[in-house]
Nanobody, 127 residues
Framework: QVQLVESGGGFVQAGDSLRLSCEAS????????MGWFRQAPGKEREFVAA????????FYADLAKGRFTISRDNAKSTAYLQMNSLKPEDTAVYYC????????????????????WGQGTQVTVSS
């Protein structure tokens, strides 16, 4: 079992930055791919970014490219999402997720592929 706890959300103005954190406990963090998703009211959960357990691969949705950066600190069992140039349309609950890396390829941008989820942290961006 893996437990995930997000933090770092808040209420900010357009153009501001936030860094979200996701601290993991349980099984060895280094063995899990980590993803960030978000969900706005009335919308489907959408992929934001992911970082693999091995190889240092990182993936970004179009909405995140050039503005958001995913990183991970294995020593702290924590994944991060640095969000810059925030826009009102970024307003959503942001979730981190973990998937055990079994050494196979899978669609890393699909939320149903992930095994564990945090409770979410609210990000609100005003214009």
């Amino acid at each position: 079992q893996v437990q995930l706890v997000e933090s770092g959300g808040g209420f900010v103005q357009a153009g501001d930055s936030l860094r979200l954190s996701c601290e993991a406990s349980g099984r060895t963090f280094v063995g899990y791919d980590m993803g960030w998703f978000r969900q706005a009211p009335g919308k489907e959960r959408e992929f934001v970014a992911a970082a693999t357990a091995r190889g240092g691969y990182k993936f970004y949705a179009d909405l995140a490219k050039g503005r958001f950066t995913i990183s991970r600190d294995n020593a702290k069992s924590t994944a991060y999402l640095q969000m810059n140039s925030l826009k009102p349309e970024d307003t959503a609950v942001y979730y981190c997720a973990a998937k055990f890396d079994g050494g196979r390829y899978y669609p890393i941008n699909v939320h149903s592929e992930y095994d564990y989820w945090g409770q979410g942290t609210q990000v609100t961006v005003s214009s």
